[in-house]
């Protein structure tokens, strides 16, 4: 055996033993039922990743649920293309802004609290087979919902049912309630070099 083929037999000795070790895992995973994922962390890509997931799931005629926190008074390509196309798609936006931008803690309140009498009823209806809340974590890092009624509607939603939040921080309860939690990590953003916001990338 030569060194080419001696370097082909290690590689597909590791290969195979990779292979064992990933399908038992994946045959150890049996149960049945909706994930619940948190999108959390400083980086870009939390929104995004879950309209990722709103396709797949589409793409599959299932149903889908999306409520926005806090977003709808700016203008999102995602956005626009679910109200365009997507006329299945039920959708509910809190619509006021950023918090910075209302200054009025009353009303910002009220708004949250109406945006999840939307998103409970969505928490309730087992038709949907996915249910997204973009930018849910600030709503209980601003102490605008309670936190536990928010985490038992989270873990009493039907069994089929599939959830996904995003937002930054949300706390360790509801990190602890999730199945999946994945922190998109920050190394940089080209807005720190001055780049605007990009249409089809950012919004
Ligand atoms: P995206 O919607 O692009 O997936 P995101 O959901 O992870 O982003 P958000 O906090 O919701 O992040 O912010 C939405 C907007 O802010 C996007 O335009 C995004 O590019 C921008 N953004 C995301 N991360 C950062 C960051 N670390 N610094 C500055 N701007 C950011
Ligand atoms: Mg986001």
Request: glycine residues 8%; contains cysteine; charged residues 30%.
């Amino acid at each position: 055996m030569n060194d080419q083929q001696e370097e082909q037999r290690q590689h597909k000795e590791k290969m195979q033993a990779q292979k064992k070790k990933v399908d038992s895992a994946i045959k150890a995973a049996q149960i049945e039922r909706g994930v619940s994922i948190l999108l959390t962390g400083n980086g870009k890509g939390k929104t995004s990743s879950a309209f990722g997931m709103v396709f797949r799931a589409l793409g599959y005629k299932q149903k889908v649920g999306i409520v926005q926190f806090i977003k709808g008074a700016q203008e999102s390509g995602e956005i626009n293309f679910i109200k365009d196309h997507l006329p299945d798609v039920e959708l509910f936006q809190m619509g006021t802004g950023f918090t910075w931008n209302t200054q009025d803690k009353a009303a910002d309140i009220r708004a949250s609290e109406a945006t999840w009498q939307v998103a409970e009823k969505m928490l309730n209806d087992a038709t949907l087979n996915l249910v997204v809340l973009d930018e849910l974590t600030y709503m209980l890092g601003y102490q605008y919902l309670d936190r536990d009624m928010v985490i038992n509607a989270i873990k009493n939603r039907p069994t089929e049912q599939s959830l996904i939040v995003t937002g930054r921080g949300g706390g360790r309860e509801l990190r602890e309630a999730m199945d999946t939690v994945s922190d998109v990590k920050n190394i940089k953003h080209a807005y720190k070099s001055g780049i605007k916001a990009r249409k089809g990338v950012d919004c």
